[in-house]
């Protein structure tokens, strides 16, 4: 089958690898329909996810046809469409039965890696290093899922697979994040970054009862998009000071909760997103917070943040007396996927919101390094990319 495959940073290529095979009673193969590059990948394509080894098969937002089966997969049956949650979940274990199923203590073989720098290992995750597994991924023309009993979620007929692809991470992710502020009638909502998640986060924010959502970013076709798409009011972080700007919309309050939607590769214009470049580039630091240094200064008193972008490893020069000081309750986490399937399929069934608005460009899978080439680089106005093998 042909599938993108990682050699390294910025070096993504569209190989011929040996299909999947069932490992595992309670493995599934799926043939891929729709696949998407996600934020979290630009984090692999940079070269900051360690443990990636050469050849391996990138990807976690996919979807398809079950084409084979192992003996105890009983939920579906060869032909049904599925979409993946990125997480992969044994539906068994403690957290799992307590709904953390991005916290599965069975599905990362490589737990032990994890657990020298993180204390506890999360699940295994579709195409996301061996650190995370070494599972392959999804951007294929095949796939393996293990635990496919609890992992596959049946999609009817009548939607496209544009309005469901996804809800196997970017929908459930934004609309977590919303969901972690405990937003209550008349709040303010600030988010960080206005990519596919933070589209989400907007959408989700208003659904979830926000009277306001305040978006922050530099990229013009992202702002057009959260302001048109979404109703938020937006700020250019390039043209203002953020900090003083949410206050005077807020009349010197605050936003009642803020949602990082950046993560580990933030960009900024100040001295202390300098001090992260140099720092990062002769490994001293791993991520870059800068979005996450200015959610916390910003937050109003007694509020809430929410952390939806990805961090790897260690930080520096978090502001935490702000956040003691103020307090600010955090709540962070991968997206327990399984969680939202029902509930979010059931507003797009009922007409409350259409994923597929964030698309703008569809590729076939052969030009997935152009894709990510212009994902990263955020040309010809490019906002996510869907893959068609």
């Not at 496209?160 to 692809?165: A, G, N, P």
């Not at 206005?194 to 530099?218: N, T, Y």
């Amino acid at each position: 089958m042909k599938a993108v495959c990682w050699h390294g940073a910025n070096d993504v290529r569209v190989e011929t690898v040996p299909d999947p095979k069932i490992l595992n009673p309670r493995d599934a193969i799926i043939k891929i329909t729709s696949t998407a590059i996600c934020g979290s990948d630009l984090h692999i394509y940079d070269g900051y996810i360690p443990t990636m080894q050469k050849g391996d098969i990138l990807g976690h937002e996919f979807m398809g046809e079950v084409v084979e089966l192992g003996s105890e997969v009983k939920n579906v049956k060869i032909g049904d469409r599925v979409v993946v949650p990125f997480t992969i979940s044994c539906g068994n274990c403690f957290f799992c039965q307590r709904d953390l199923w991005s916290l599965c203590d069975n599905s990362n073989p490589n737990a032990w890696m994890v657990e020298l720098q993180m204390g506890h290992s999360p699940a295994g995750l579709f195409g996301y290093s061996h650190l995370f597994g070494g599972y392959a991924g999804g951007q294929a023309e095949y796939a393996r899922v293990p635990f496919a009993d609890v992992g596959l979620f049946k999609i009817p007929d009548h939607l496209t697979d544009e309005q469901v692809l996804f809800l196997t991470d970017i929908f459930p992710t934004g609309y977590m994040a919303a969901e972690n502020c405990n937003i209550k009638p008349g709040d303010v909502v600030a988010i960080w970054g206005c990519g596919p998640v933070g589209q989400f986060a907007i959408k989700s924010a208003f659904l979830l009862g926000a009277e306001r959502v305040i978006a922050i970013d530099r990229i013009p076709e992202r702002l057009q998009m959260a302001k048109e798409q979404g109703k938020a009011e937006i700020l250019n972080y390039e043209e203002v000071d953020v900090g003083e700007a949410l206050k005077e919309m807020t009349g010197g309050r605050g936003p009642d909760a803020c949602i990082d939607a950046v993560g580990m590769e933030a960009h900024g214009t100040d001295a202390m997103a300098i001090y992260d470049k140099v720092k990062q580039a002769v490994r001293l630091e791993t991520d870059r917070p800068t979005a996450l240094r200015q959610v916390i200064l910003s937050a109003g008193k007694g509020g809430h943040v929410s952390i939806a972008g990805v961090y790897g490893g260690f930080l520096d020069k978090i502001p935490m007396g702000s956040a003691m000081n103020k307090g600010l309750t955090f709540k962070m986490g991968q997206t327990h996927v399984h969680r939202y399937l029902k509930p979010l399929l059931n507003h797009i069934e009922n007409g409350d919101l259409d994923p597929s608005f964030v698309i703008t460009h569809k590729l076939p899978l052969n030009q997935a390094p152009h894709g990510y080439q212009i994902f990263k680089e955020k040309k010809d106005n490019c906002i996510k990319v869907v893959l068609k093998p």
